[in-house]
């Protein structure tokens, strides 16, 4: 089953159980989805989708933010259940441990010795995680071990 046919699938359920912050939040998905298919004119790979899922849950977590800076943790308390449903989507996240490992063997195999080779390590890294990290996570990381 693909990620689509299980977000419309999902959604239907909710549809039927009455759960409505689940259907919005599904069919935001399902939209954007759609839109980024008519933008490539063609279907989306897996790694597709889970980018534009990617997407969604960080500007779900970066609104939260804003909100929860702002006062307004009921606004927050949405986008945090907006972001939990998402997350139930997208491949499961690698542990910081993992991240780390990964990180010293992009350093080892790139033969990165100080900060200024950051842009030989991060791709590197990126490419391995493959959007189970995210990329500030892995750039901290990455800041950490080059400099210390």
Do not use: C, F, H, W
Request: charged letters at 35%; a negative charge.
């Amino acid at each position: 089953m693909t990620l689509v046919n299980e977000l419309q699938s999902a959604m239907q359920a909710s549809m039927k159980s009455g759960d409505s912050d689940r259907v919005r939040t599904l069919r935001t998905l399902l939209a954007k989805l759609k839109e980024r298919e008519i933008e490539k004119g063609d279907e989306l790979s897996e790694g597709e989708l889970t980018k534009v899922l990617q997407t969604a849950a960080k500007q779900r977590k970066e609104a939260a933010d804003m909100y929860t800076d702002g006062g307004r943790t009921e606004l927050a308390d949405a986008e945090m259940k907006e972001l939990a449903i998402i997350e139930e989507y997208l491949p499961e996240q690698l542990s910081e441990d993992d991240v780390a490992a990964m990180v010293d063997e992009a350093i080892s195999e790139t033969g990165a010795e100080s900060l200024r080779d950051m842009g030989k390590v991060m791709p590197a890294v990126m490419k391995k995680v493959a959007g189970r990290a995210d990329g500030k996570t892995v750039q901290e990381l990455v800041k950490r071990k080059l400099s210390g």
